[in-house]
């Protein structure tokens, strides 16, 4: 009886997991999308793009590119004008590594443009392989909580399957080693037509903290180039879900 009733108190405590509303979620302690106030820089002041260990920050005209962001927030600490602050928005997608750009005095991206092709064949059931190309493991964990409890993407006809020749799209994450460049290219070889790239997280993206690396052999995405671009190291589920939503024309995440 003690353990039934121990089951309980944890029961309570955690209090409900499951998110009800996946475009309505409000995730606490994650570091998201950031903010860019319109505040001007020090003169000659250049410790954020010192510290930025990925480039992603530019100066005149300032700029954070989310596809090369790892979100170590160290741009926010060294800045003595605060011309960055992190939040806990999650909505990071773009159809396009330009639309991850954030600018002085933007607040949010861009929204995802639906393709309607995408909604016309795969609105109803999308069956998407995971693909680690050379991870961390940090957002293929990301991409296995779509499908827990909490998130459950299923409820929109969202798997992920074992096979590729079960599969409609790809979920391409870490940066793409070459030990790992023939493996995702007969991944893809063996997906059935029609079929397309879901590019999650920044190694994906541009390489990330490897960007440089002689390890890497990125030139599957000069061939395939992503239809969807998820930013976040590792990005939140809930930006992969969403991302996922509106680029299937779901605006309002239901059917």
Known sequence: ????????????????????????????????????????????????????PTNAIQLSPFSLDLGKCVFCDECARVCPSQKVSFTAGYRMASRTPEGLVMREGSNSLGPVEASEQ???LFGRSLKLRSVSAGGCNGCELEVNAMANVNFDMGRYGIDIVASPRHSDGLILSGPISANMAVALELCYEGMPDPKFVIAVGACAISG????????????????????????????????????????????????
């Not at 409900?16 to 409000?26: E, G, M, T």
């Not at 998820?230 to 995440?253: K, R, T």
Request: contains cysteine.
């Open 118 to 120: 995408i909604k016309k």
């Open 1 to 52: 009886m003690d353990l039934i009733f121990d089951a309980f108190k944890v029961r309570k405590s955690q209090g409900k997991q499951f998110v009800p509303d996946v475009r309505a979620a409000n995730p606490v302690g994650f570091r998201g999308l950031p903010v860019i106030s319109n505040t001007p820089c020090g003169s000659g002041c250049n410790k954020c793009v010192e510290d930025c």
């Open 208 to 255: 990330g903290v490897f960007e440089e690396s002689v390890a890497l052999d990125r030139s599957f995405l000069g061939r395939f180039a992503p239809e969807l671009y998820v930013a976040g190291c590792p990005p939140h589920p809930l930006s992969i879900v969403n991302g996922i939503l509106d680029l299937m024309g779901h605006a309002d995440g239901r059917w």
